[in-house]
């Protein structure tokens, strides 16, 4: 029994009940994990006006008060991460050494925002006369709402709900209808460390439109943030058009990874492994075209493919699992019509594709694959790595950003004028420059194009849930 196991709403610091109920599975064996309440509509509106009254409090404490109590939640998320890991492989699948790392990943946004939370500086401004003063002051937004995916179920959490507790925002939450269990023991430890009661709500609902529609519309709500499907993310950001909130939104990505003829093979295939495979594939940063330079292609494939074979598919929990489960089954489904689509059209399949059962897909790697295909257009979410050859840099570079999303790119290139070039071509929010893996707390992460507005991590984190207002003092 986990002992951070909950399954109710998480309103004003106390669980909020419901009749009716929906079940949490393990994706490794389709098997109910908790049976959950679903948020009524009247629970939504409870939310947001303890939210409301929480953020009162919030914005009389001082920074030092909310840096302290973040502080407090980080060591609890640390003290707790075994727990949190193993809750997280349980409802989302991934390998449970993966899971540690995101629980300590996760935490470290918290950790980051303890300390930034004391440094939303204002500005003074040089005034255009004597007989003024200007400057301008950081506050709070007001009452922020968020809703999360399921493919990091902890790091999403804490990367929107550290800055905004940090800068004096009350948070209303829906987490994932997959995963919101981390969501649930996440909200318990920040009310353990001390939160401001309201200050952190958790809304579990099958429903995520109803949910989507009563936050969006609310005028008690100031920011909204998102992370998620470009498709949702567009229908969000209509429905907030209403009320000019503010919006944060991480929406998809069709990374390009390209390895030009220069660079360092081993360290290339190693990032691309990272870049592709990590969470089965299911990461709005993986690398989802992977562009080789004709003349060193059939070294990385031959190296890529060696790799790949040893790639070891299983239960999260079994030892050394590399890949576990998809989110659900029939996410197989959706692969399996981008290879047929992608074979049918000339592509050509190393490994084997045969049924794991379940929610269980073997890696897989694809050549030969051409801008016909969908499987160049479409975020893949999958351990299926799709391979094009290129002759020079103009021309990968052009493939690369003709797409409509602009979220991570990566390159690998031993040439420093190359490596300025690419860096600055690629129309891409995130480059990772020989590295597979680039997501950091003290980085700000986040798209251009279709892939997203605003930033997460790194100092522009705070800013996302903090109003600048100019002070002009006649002396
Ligand atoms: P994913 O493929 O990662 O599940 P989605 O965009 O479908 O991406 O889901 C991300 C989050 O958005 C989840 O919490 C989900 O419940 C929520 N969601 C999905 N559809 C809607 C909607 N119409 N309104 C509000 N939230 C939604």
């Known amino acids: 029994m986990n002992n951070l196991l909950f399954s109710d709403s998480f309103i004003n610091g106390e669980f909020y009940v419901t009749e009716q109920r929906f079940s ?103 005034a255009t006369d004597t007989a003024h003063r200007l400057s301008s002051i950081k506050q709070p937004i007001g009452v922020v709402a968020g809703i999360t995916p399921w493919n990091f179920p902890v790091a999403m959490v804490t990367r929107k709900v550290a800055p905004a507790y940090a800068a004096g925002c009350s948070f209303v939450l829906k987490p994932s209808e997959h995963t919101p269990l981390c969501a649930l023991a996440l909200a318990y430890l920040a009310d353990q460390a001390g939160f401001v009661k309201g200050a952190f709500n958790v809304l579990l609902s099958e429903n ?59 360290a290339a295939v190693a990032g691309l492994m990272a870049a592709k495979f990590r969470n089965a594939g299911q990461t709005c940063v993986a690398a989802n075209r992977i562009f080789v330079q004709r003349s060193v292609f059939e070294t990385v494939l031959d190296k890529f493919t060696d790799k790949v074979a040893g790639l070891k598919v299983a239960d999260g929990f079994a030892e050394a699992t590399d890949i576990g489960p998809l989110i659900y089954p029939q996410a197989k489904d959706k692969v399996q019509a981008l290879l047929k689509d992608a074979v049918a059209k000339g592509a050509s399949l190393i490994g084997d594709n045969k049924d794991l059962g379940g929610s269980f897909q ?32 103009a021309e990968v570079l052009a493939m690369a ?55 997460e991590g790194g100092h522009q984190g705070l800013d996302e849930y903090l109003e600048e207002k100019y002070l002009c003092i006649k002396v």
């Open 24 to 126: 949490v599975d393990d994706p490794a064996t389709q098997e109910s994990i908790a049976y959950v309440s679903d948020i009524d509509k009247a629970g939504v509106e409870q939310a947001i006006d303890c939210a409301e009254q929480a953020f009162v409090h919030l914005k009389a404490s001082s920074a030092t008060a909310r840096s302290e109590t973040l502080r407090r939640w980080y060591d609890l998320v640390i003290e707790h991460k075994q727990l949190l890991a193993e809750l997280m492989t349980k409802e989302q699948g991934k390998p449970i050494a993966e899971a540690l790392g995101e629980v300590e990943y996760g935490a470290g946004f918290i950790k980051w925002y303890s300390e930034q939370a004391k440094r939303s500086y204002g500005d003074t401004i040089p």
């Open 208 to 266: 995520a439109k109803m949910v989507g529609e009563l936050l969006t519309s609310s005028d008690k709500v100031r920011k909204f943030t998102f992370t998620g499907s470009t498709e949702v993310g567009k229908q969000l950001l209509m429905q907030c058009a209403a009320t000019i909130k503010r919006t944060s939104m991480e929406l998809g990505g069709n990374a390009p990874f390209i390895i030009f003829d220069n660079a360092d093979l081993d």
């Open 362 to 393: 073997a890696p897989l790697i694809l050549t030969d694959v051409t801008p016909e295909m969908d499987i160049y257009h479409q975020e893949v979410f999958a351990p299926i790595a799709s391979m094009i050859t290129f002759d020079d840099e």
């Open 401 to 455: 950003n003709n797409v409509p999303y602009g979220l991570a790119a990566y390159f690998y290139s031993d040439n420093i004028k190359q490596v300025y070039r690419v860096a600055e071509a690629l129309e891409y929010g995130m480059v990772g420059i020989n590295e597979g893996l680039i997501s950091n707390p003290v980085a700000p992460f986040g798209g251009v194009k279709q892939s997203g507005l605003g930033r």
